[in-house]
């Protein structure tokens, strides 16, 4: 696919900046959804109906998740009509990463209890120091392995020796932590200090940590979910909190979103809630668009785009 010019259909809008370098270019950019089936190129969340009876050639997502295009007929469409689809993987794995980390270091550090005992001007200090710990040599599993889970690996990295694990369908043979498939989930669960959930929604992950994998896991880990809501069963969750048998769980993805304020996870032990604010960054908007921009270049040049998810 090579042009001089293409009809963008641009489904979000973006701050000034963003805005006007995205409009910088030769192509004609169009906000209005309803020209969404007569562009060749689409940039943000289109409607995965018309994405499928459109003649688009390259859909790009300006998310990480792509939920809603993930089945047969959508890649059937695509496949059928050289089209592409991709996301903003490279965008969200830095901040995502980050998050993960300061989430397993604020429980590693006891920051939220402390802050709990601030509120109430209580003063802990030996208990705390007790059972503060140090993230080296815990072992850490992963719930998915991508651009996320790469990342946090390396930022954990100087914290050295942890024990890294990473659940995956398949092994791909570029992977530096080592790979463990659905069916040893059962005999690495009891080892893991922190159990880390970033597996995308799909039918094959809805519900995934169950009320028996939340009992496998050792008494006092700690559990984190930054991929989807609707991976984990909450009601499992609770009890397991309520039961003082996991030592904590940091969310920043739930079911439903947002959640709702009668919500019995809001006031669990030792379950602290981020809004779906992990991917967040100041200068989210510009990264999205010079990343839309930087896969436009390379589909002008005939190169090979960044965060292919199927073409």
């Not at 940039?43 to 459109?54: A, K, L, R």
């Not at 930022?155 to 942890?162: E, I, Y």
């Not at 990264?287 to 040049?301: D, G, I, S, T, W």
Request: net charge negative; aromatic share 8%; hydrophobic share 35%.
């Amino acid at each position: 696919m090579n042009s001089t010019s293409w009809k963008i259909c641009v489904t979000g809008r973006y701050n000034d900046e963003a805005t006007a370098e995205l409009e910088s270019g030769p192509h004609q950019i169009t906000y209005d959804k309803t020209q969404l089936a007569d562009c060749d190129i689409a940039f943000g969340q289109p409607d995965p109906q018309i994405v499928i009876e459109s003649n688009l050639r390259w859909v790009h997502l300006s998310s990480a998740g792509y939920t809603n295009y993930d089945n047969d007929t959508v890649r059937e469409a695509l496949h059928k009509r050289g089209a592409i689809l991709t996301n903003s993987s490279s965008v969200y794995d830095e901040p995502c990463a980050q998050h993960a980390l300061a989430m397993m270091l604020a429980f590693a550090r006891r920051l939220p209890q402390c802050w709990q005992d601030q509120t109430k001007q209580v003063w802990k200090s030996g208990p705390h120091r007790a059972a503060s710990q140090l993230l080296n040599q815990q072992t850490v599993l992963f719930l998915g392995y991508g651009a996320i889970g790469r990342r946090l690996e390396e930022l954990l990295a100087p914290f050295g020796p942890v024990g890294l694990y990473a659940l995956r369908r398949r092994e791909r043979g570029d992977e530096s932590a080592a790979i463990i498939y659905e069916t040893d989930l059962d005999s690495f669960l009891p080892s893991a200090d922190h159990v880390v959930n970033l597996l995308p929604e799909s039918p094959s992950t809805r519900g995934f940590m169950t009320r028996e994998r939340f009992q496998q896991m050792q008494p006092g880990a700690h559990y984190y979910n930054i991929g989807r809501g609707a991976t984990t069963d909450q009601e499992a969750l609770l009890e397991a909190l309520s039961s003082g048998h996991l030592g904590g769980a940091y969310l920043d993805v739930t079911s439903p979103e947002p959640l709702p304020p009668e919500h019995a996870l809001w006031s669990a032990p030792n379950c602290f809630i981020t809004p779906h604010s992990a991917g967040g960054h100041s200068n989210e908007d510009w990264r999205l668009v010079m990343h839309f921009l930087e896969n436009l270049r390379r589909l002008q040049a005939s190169e090979k785009l960044n965060d292919v998810v199927f073409a």
